[in-house]
């Protein structure tokens, strides 16, 4: 089974501009969450979506939004970039996404604002 | 925050020998997931145990949990060079018994190196 795949894997943009990641989750998984890696706030959640709803959501502002699509792809928007937004943008799926379940990361989407 | 902390934050030893990292967490969760992050690239899913489990194997991995002192371990045995990476503990807090949907809140992770 084909794991978590993410597009872009780096991105360079400058400040003001806004900018999409993808997220392919595994097949069979309905839940994608989205975390933020930086040095200095480390792992952080950003939402979660199921079934293309989405039903959890962490402390960021509003210029970060995302999606899930029926076929269980999500993506993230952050618009009006920040210099602090430069960061590892993980997204993670899992079956359903509480409980129990597992979540499986991908490889991550590098971005860097300048 | 309802992080949990991990110590050490670095821990550097011999290939052959055994690693240690632990983990404590504030609240009561649903389950505890150890993650392995090699320079700055995915999280590889290592393990998950549940809040009513007390111990679980894989492979070289032995991770316990103690519920009454909000603590977990993770014991890397026999370590090799390729061991060498980030580790974290990532906790699944729920709400009032229910599902956290997907949030998952991680510790700041211990670095191990394993020198050849």
């Known amino acids: 089974k084909a794991g978590v795949t993410q597009t872009p894997r780096y991105l360079i943009k400058t400040r003001g501009q806004q900018v999409t990641l993808s997220c392919s989750p595994i097949?069979?998984?309905?839940?994608v969450s989205w975390y933020q890696q930086t040095p200095g706030q480390g792992l952080q959640f950003l939402f979660e979506?199921?079934?293309?709803?989405?039903?959890n959501k962490g402390n960021f502002p509003g210029r970060f939004s995302g999606r899930q699509f029926s076929n269980s792809r999500s993506e993230m928007n952050v618009s009006t970039l920040e210099l602090g937004d430069s960061a590892l943008y993980l997204c993670?799926?899992?079956?359903?996404?509480?409980?129990?379940?597992?979540?499986?990361f991908g490889p991550g989407t590098r971005l860097t604002v300048l | 925050s309802q992080q949990g902390e991990e110590d050490p934050q670095a821990l550097s030893i011999q290939e052959g020998e055994n690693a240690t990292m632990n983990c404590s967490y504030k609240?009561?969760?649903?389950?505890l997931q150890w993650y392995r992050q090699n320079s700055g690239r995915g999280l590889v899913h290592l393990i998950l145990?549940?809040?009513?489990?007390r111990e679980k194997h894989s492979g070289r991995l032995r991770v316990t949990l103690d519920t009454s002192k909000k603590s977990s371990s993770l014991l890397i045995t026999a370590s090799r060079a390729a061991d060498t990476a980030s580790y974290f503990c990532?906790?699944?807090?729920?709400?009032?018994?229910?599902?956290?949907?997907?949030?998952?809140?991680f510790g700041q992770g211990t670095i191990l190196t394993v020198h050849p």
């Open positions: 993670a799926s899992s079956f359903r996404g509480g409980g129990y379940n597992e979540q499986f």
């Open positions: 097949s069979g998984h309905r839940s």
């Open positions: 979506y199921f079934s293309e709803t989405q039903r």
């Open positions: 609240t009561s969760i649903n389950n």
């Open positions: 145990i549940r809040s009513n489990e």
């Open positions: 990532a906790t699944d807090y729920g709400n009032a018994g229910g599902t956290s949907y997907g949030k998952l809140t």
